[in-house]
């Protein structure tokens, strides 16, 4: 992103982390919010929450080197029975995608968004030679909000052992069942200058 913290990078007007608190902010279902950020735009972050006046955000504070440090500084912050964990790269959530993951949560205390993988999927090893072709049917691709009884993802946070990407793969490690409930081909993650081009085009034609 040309040396730019992702989440400040502008989005219609606003910073990507901006328009990901609003949709937070505007749910009903969400009575807190703490935000996470890279120790040094903790100041940066107080003053944009300071601007827009979010009632909802209780805590900022700084994450860590890896995800799941991160994360785990902000589940201290929290009391609550459920949690919401989305990546504020993720500009286009909706509060519907909200709503319907804690919804999806109550059967196994564990929802995470996904979407059906439309490409045809490979697995090589490290000389790149293919070995499997899994089923296309079979396979979701994973997405933010991911939605957890707070007692649950506390307790594998606790346990939590060598590096993940993905909250949902700690509680699946301590045998708890992971639903997936149907996630948006929109809620794209920002990572290069091109997705920000797509977000933008996306996010106008859903206006």
């Avoid at 009903?28 to 940066?44: S, T």
Wanted: with cysteine; net charge positive; glycine share 8%.
């Amino acid at each position: 992103m040309g040396g730019i913290d992702k989440v400040f990078a502008p989005l219609g007007g606003k910073p990507i982390l901006a328009r990901v608190i609003d949709t937070f902010q505007k749910c009903k279902l969400v009575d807190q919010i703490v935000v996470v950020v890279n120790a040094k735009n903790i100041e940066k972050c107080r003053k944009l929450v300071a601007e827009e006046r979010w009632s909802k955000v209780s805590d900022i504070c700084a994450g860590g080197r890896r995800r799941q440090d991160s994360v785990a500084a902000g589940l201290k912050l929290l009391n609550c029975q459920w949690v919401v964990i989305h990546d504020g790269a993720r500009p286009l959530v909706t509060k519907d995608l909200i709503e319907r993951g804690l919804e999806a949560a109550k059967e196994t205390g564990a929802a995470i968004a996904a979407v059906p993988v439309t490409d045809t999927i490979k697995i090589a090893d490290g000389n790149r030679i293919v070995h499997q072709t899994p089923p296309r049917q079979n396979l979701w691709a994973v997405q933010t909000p991911q939605v957890f009884r707070f007692d649950i993802i506390a307790r594998a946070y606790e346990q939590t052992k060598g590096e993940v990407t993905d909250d949902a793969s700690l509680v699946e490690k301590l045998g708890y069942k992971v639903k997936l409930y149907m996630g948006s081909y929109d809620n794209i993650k920002i990572t290069n200058p091109d997705d920000l081009a797509l977000a933008e085009a996306l996010q106008k034609h859903g206006k």
